[in-house]
């Protein structure tokens, strides 16, 4: 294996990068005085380490500044509120949306999804409606659906894609017709890492006046996004994975189409005046934001959003790229390993089989060299069945990543390899 | 570390694992139950042809792991001619020495030595916490089989 420690890609100095992240410098397994092994984190994908800046914000946010929001005179109420709502301004600028009123902040992608499945849904689909999926969705993009289904007698269908991992396009088009109320589909694969093009989604479906939902948990992470660009109808993701804190998604939706919507959730905070005769609800956001939000996970998605700028994100998306090509010319070389997922253009994810091997025993080997992978089939058990692969491994690549990192994980899988004599 | 690997992938483990005995559908077979692991897709049936109280054949099909499988396999083994009062008592012991301590383990009735020798091959899974669902999974399975239930899923263990 060549030693790629000397070979940094130009586009981010990732070794003064790593020095963010304090627990990039732990190692594991040390135990009765051995050493472990210095940590090789290659599971951003399933949540992305924190940069000091986040856990600093969010510490000083809580010592300092911390109060229950839009709802007190006092002076921490006033200055909490302020700053929450700096975030909400900083997250629409961040994916070019429109107006900070298009910004609703969920507990996750998840519930940005069960959101309009179950607010647009229920308000605008009825049964024999089509909502278009596609194979390579998280079942979190699957399931929403798949109650709303049961409940409204809508159809799903779902789009194919070839053995890259290319979304079929022509299918898609097909599939699109009179009966189709929605769309939603990844705007990058947990597991293939394929970039779907959003734009084309879009304005295929937009032909039919067919709204769109793009799941954007992976592809936020890895490059610029533009909603406006794409002209997504909504567009959802996750702070966890964009290195700020767990506990906060986000949904971006036009205005005109939010608020259109009914409360997805009641409680307080989303109401203009309650009273047994009748409760009349706040606009958009705040309609959709019933309770006490995660106020101190806002702050950190603020400080995420704020070191990922400062780097650059087409910094991070030229290194992210340069880590793919690297790795994965390199586990090219690595004889009986078959990457699942080899579509142009796509994301810093490799999920890849070794013959002879399960997935699981490679996880456990590949851990006891200090290098982190998901094993299993990723949320996404119809893409599985698609490639006929059952669970597979999956190295996924973060912005604190290095060559020297897909290095390790190489070695490692040489030498499960030797160990199962495979 | 490396030793801790060695004691969960020893060479009969692996040799089990590539290699399963008793993988088989019988055509005789008069109780089965699938055993599911949701999080990694592991899944085995597991087959008991069970007369008078005795377990006379008993087999597996399926897909898993190193470990799922050698130890499906070894349950296999293990498990053959024995009543479903001796089979329940190899499934506790051996449950046992997958998740506890030696000084917690129970005494769940009389294991010959040659059969607790065997089961203690597979209880290196324990310095492996997330590994002791797969070397259970078949094990749980047999046991549903033998209580007339269908199924077994990891979740439930």
Redesign the interface.
Known sequence: MPNADAILSPALDVLRVREDFPILSRSVHARKGKPGKPLVYLDSGASAQKPRQVIQAMTRFLEEDYSNIHRGVHFLSQTATDQFEAVRIKVARFINAPSDRCIVFTRSSTEAINLVAASYGRTFLNEGDEVILSIMEHHANIVPWQLLQAEKKIVIKVVPCDDDGVLDLDAYRDLLSDRTKLVAITHCSNVLGTVTPAKTIAALAHERGVPVLFDGSQAVVHGPVDVQDIDADFYVFTAHKLYGPTGLGVLYGKYDLLKRMPPYQGGGDMIESVSFAGTTFKPPPSRFEAGTPPITEVIGLGAAIDYIESLGREAIAAHEHDLLQYATQQLSQVSGLRIIGTAPGKGPIISFALDGVHPHDVGTIVDQYGVAVRVGRHCAEPLAERFEVGPTVRASFGLYNTRAEADALVESLLAVKEFFGA | ??D??RE??QEVI?DHGKNPRNFRHPDDSNRQAKGENP????RFMVYLTVKDGVIEDVAFQG???????ASASMMTELVRGKTAAEAETLFATFHDLCTKDDDEQGDHGPVDEDSREKLMVMSGVRQ?P??VK?ATLAWHAMNAALHGQDSASSDQF
């Open positions: 570390m490396m801790d690997l969960l992938y692996l999080m990694c897709g592991d897909r898993g792991c190193a470990i799922s499988t492996f997330v590994r797969c």
